[in-house]
């Protein structure tokens, strides 16, 4: 190839990729994702707090059932403690800082452990009871009904708890995997509480364990969780997902045992190709694939390892493997609303394995294609770029984040949307928010590093504060993305990029 034919075969590849080069702020980003938990949370707030618009609510939750269950986060854009998804939040902020943290300057480090506390310091007070274990608080069909800022909020606080007879393997599944994560985060920062930490995860594990069935299954608790975050998938993930966290914290071999035991009545191979609040079997793969690459005598772990290689396989483009879908503009999409928990989670599987597979010099196989670290990570840095703005509307799906203030304006959030209690203090009741609910303005508090459910199969998104499968963020959709951001903050040089044309390079 002639000199001349080399630098005009560089200029058209710089073209193709100038769609994705436009320069994204990780750092910023970063900062932003961590930040959007002060504005979710739910009790007493402390005078550092940072989304000054928001006050203190709920700091009698559990009082009429004699017991303080105050603090903890809001899931969403209304104001119930759900316990199912707000451990799973813990669970994933907690593995972002163990997976990612040496990518974090200090000071996001504190603030995510800070925002890791807020969820823990809940969760010690859910399992303070022996046999027992408190899993919602607030009537979620009154919470629905009104449009009501968490501050003024005077709807039912129902509290909901499993028990010996009334058992949910799930949540306290979840619980335990949220206080083991969290326990290796505060390793450095706190010994004494992260000892506390392990302890209560030991004990909701037990529970989880010795007490099994579905929390949604008790008459009950389901109209109070049910069809929000009914337990679909069953409990059974829940249990593996719990003990390899309690492995991966401990170094205990009773979980390991537990895990390789139990595998297969728990239906290890089912759905695999999943992971979010519900259902955490692509996430347990990964996870116990961490100790199988880097201590290949662990045979017995070798299956766990093989699922979540078909799982990215899925998400290789070049693969001859049956594909996630896809919008026209490149997002992962997934049906059933609030799509962005699916990109946010999965990107972070990507970064997280492809980690594992470098610190073990390993690639894979994909029906003839053989797949290394970079292909994943460029495959998420692929869905981290279109939720910040490389996508055919040109539009941050971050609230707070992008040129031009291109982001969601009309998120659904109640405490968003209404004024601050700062401007006004006279309460406004239940069915007193609907103009501002049904107003074309802008919301007007900005929940900065809010990231909303994000656009259709067709990339269109329509800034609708009534369409809540596209305009509301939640708590687990921005806790992968604080380990996704920590890592692309950190390697996004030019190295970065030149690793980008050199894997496009090779594809084509
Ligand atoms: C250790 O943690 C426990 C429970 O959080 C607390 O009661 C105790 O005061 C702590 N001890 C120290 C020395 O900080
Ligand atoms: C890399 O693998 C080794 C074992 O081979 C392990 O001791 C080390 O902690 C791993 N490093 C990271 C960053 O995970
Ligand atoms: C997005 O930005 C590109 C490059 O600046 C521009 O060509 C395109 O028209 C924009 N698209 C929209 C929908 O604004
Ligand atoms: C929005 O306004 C319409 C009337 O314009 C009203 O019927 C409806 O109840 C309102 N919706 C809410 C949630 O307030």
């Known amino acids: 190839m002639t000199t001349a034919a080399t630098i005009q075969h560089s200029f058209l590849l710089l073209l193709l990729l100038l ?52 603090g903890g986060y809001y899931d969403a854009g209304d104001n119930v403690k759900f316990g199912f998804p707000m451990a799973f939040t813990v669970t994933m902020l907690s593995w972002s800082v163990v997976e990612f943290g040496s990518n974090m300057p200090s000071d996001e480090i504190r603030n995510a452990a800070v925002a890791i506390r807020w969820g823990t310091d809940y969760l010690l007070k859910t399992i303070s009871q022996p046999n027992r274990i408190f899993v919602q608080v607030g009537d979620p069909v009154e919470d629905h009904n009104c449009w009501e800022r968490p501050e003024d909020m005077d709807t039912a606080r129902t509290v909901y708890s499993v028990t010996p007879d009334n058992p949910g393997s799930d949540v306290a599944g979840e619980t335990a995997a949220a206080l083991a994560a969290a326990s290796m985060v505060f390793r450095d920062i706190d010994n004494n509480y ?42 059974q993930d829940e249990l593996l997902w719990g003990a390899a966290w309690l492995r991966r914290a401990s170094g205990k071999d009773d979980y390991l045992n537990y895990i390789t035991t139990n595998g297969k009545i728990l239906g290890a191979e089912d759905t695999v190709n999943e992971f979010g609040w519900d259902n955490k079997h692509a996430g347990i793969n990964v996870l116990i694939s961490k100790e199988f690459l880097e201590q290949g005598k662990l045979y017995s772990l070798q299956s766990y390892k093989a699922s979540a290689d078909s799982f990215m396989c899925t998400l290789i483009p070049e693969s001859s493997s049956p ?20 990109v946010t989670s999965i990107a972070f599987l990507l970064l997280t394995y492809a ?136 390697n996004s040089g030019a190295g970065a990029d030149a690793t980008l044309a050199k894997h496009t390079n090779y594809i084509k």
């Not at 990570?377 to 703005?389: C, N, T």
């Open 323 to 342: 594909h996630v879908g896809y919008t026209p503009g490149g997002l992962i999409y997934k049906p059933g609303g609030s799509n962005m928990q699916h």
């Open 19 to 70: 769609p994705f080069l436009a320069a994204h702020d990780y750092r910023e980003a970063l900062s932003k994702s961590i930040l959007f938990f002060e504005g979710q949370r739910s009790g007493k707030l402390p005078p550092e707090q940072r989304q000054a618009w928001r006050k203190d609510s709920g700091i009698r939750d559990g009082f009429d059932s004699g017991v303080d269950l105050s």
């Open 355 to 490: 980690d594992y597979l470098s610190n073990s010099s390993q690639t894979f196989n994909c029906g003839g294609v053989t797949v290394g670290p970079e292909s994943l990570r460029l495959q998420a840095k692929r869905q981290v770029d279109y939720l910040l703005g490389s996508n055919p509307k040109n539009m941050s799906y971050m609230v707070g984040y992008g040129d031009h203030g291109n982001y969601p304006q009309r998120i659904h959030h109640r405490g968003s949307s209404l004024p601050s209690v700062s401007d006004h203090p006279e309460h406004i009741r239940c069915k007193e928010g609907s103009p501002y609910f049904n107003s074309s303005e802008p919301n007007r508090n900005v929940l900065v590093g809010a990231v909303v459910g994000g656009p259709g199969k067709d990339d269109v998104y329509e800034d609708d504060r009534a369409d809540f499968r596209k305009s509301e963020p939640t708590t687990y959709i921005n806790a992968p993305l604080v380990g996704v951001l920590a890592y692309f903050a950190a």
């Open 194 to 235: 992260s000892d506390t930490l392990l302890h209560g995860a030991f004990k909701a594990f037990q529970f989880a364990d010795t007490y099994r069935g579905a929390y949604s299954d008790d008459p009950a608790i389901k109209p109070g969780v049910c069809p929000f975050y009914c337990d679909f998938d069953g409990y």
